[in-house]
């Protein structure tokens, strides 16, 4: 198993342009997670997902952020349109389980310019 | 509503010094419990699980129910153990983890 693929690994661009992140889980886990991860806030939990279906997205910053899951082996975090205080490393994660914890992604590391 | 407190941001000690890391929780059912490691620009990793009562690298966790407790502890530190450690808390319900806010080890020779 290849785990949970993110894309891209970095991703450079301008205020005001709209950034899409991509994550794949791993096949059979039911839950998806975003994160988002800074020096100064640390670890915040964006938005989740239970069988395609968002469960609670009260993590999601503004409205500017927004999360979708067609399918159970793909997920996509849009920002649009992308500021500078949005640079941030961003971790999908996925899960069978909360007794089997979760597997992350290598995260998709963005800079707003 | 179920936390998470790891006290410290930054835990330095000696290279075969022993280390122990805090994670205290607050939940009144029955919690699931996980320590997570992230090396330098690394993803998060799953270190060990309190239902796997297993040892990895050397550390192990034991569950203090009585003192709502899941310290990770370490005889002897590695450098290579420099890393940051997250405490998480699942609580059985919709598979959500909370983390901690995580705590730096620095191993120093």
């Known amino acids: 198993d290849a785990g949970v693929i993110q894309s891209p690994r970095h991703e450079v661009t301008e205020m005001g342009q709209e950034v899409t992140l991509r994550c794949k889980p791993i096949?059979?886990?039911?839950?998806l997670f975003w994160y988002r991860q800074t020096m100064m806030r640390g670890l915040e939990l964006l938005i989740y997902f239970n069988n395609n279906v968002p469960i609670d997205d009260s993590g999601m910053p503004e409205d500017r952020f927004s999360a979708k899951m067609p399918n159970a082996s793909f997920s996509t975090l849009k920002i649009q349109p992308s500021e500078p205080r949005d640079s941030a490393v961003y971790f999908c994660a996925s899960s069978p389980g909360t007794v089997y914890g979760y597997t992350f992604g290598s995260g998709t590391r963005l800079t707003v310019v | 509503a179920q936390r998470v407190t790891q006290p410290e941001k930054l835990l330095s000690v000696f290279k075969g010094a022993p280390v122990e890391l805090k994670c205290n929780y607050s939940y009144s059912g029955s919690p699931e419990l996980f320590w997570y490691v992230q090396y330098s620009r690394q993803r998060l990793q799953l270190l060990l699980r309190?239902?796997s009562r297993e040892s990895i690298k050397g550390f192990t966790a034991d569950l203090n129910k009585g003192e709502t407790s899941f310290h990770l502890k370490k005889p002897f530190a590695q450098e290579e153990d420099s890393a940051m450690y997250y405490c998480?808390?699942?609580?059985?319900?919709?598979?959500?983890?909370?983390f901690g806010t995580g705590t730096r080890l620095q191993v120093t020779l």
């Open positions: 998480a808390l699942g609580t059985g319900t919709a598979s959500k983890l909370t």
């Open positions: 309190h239902i």
């Open positions: 096949s059979g886990h039911n839950s």
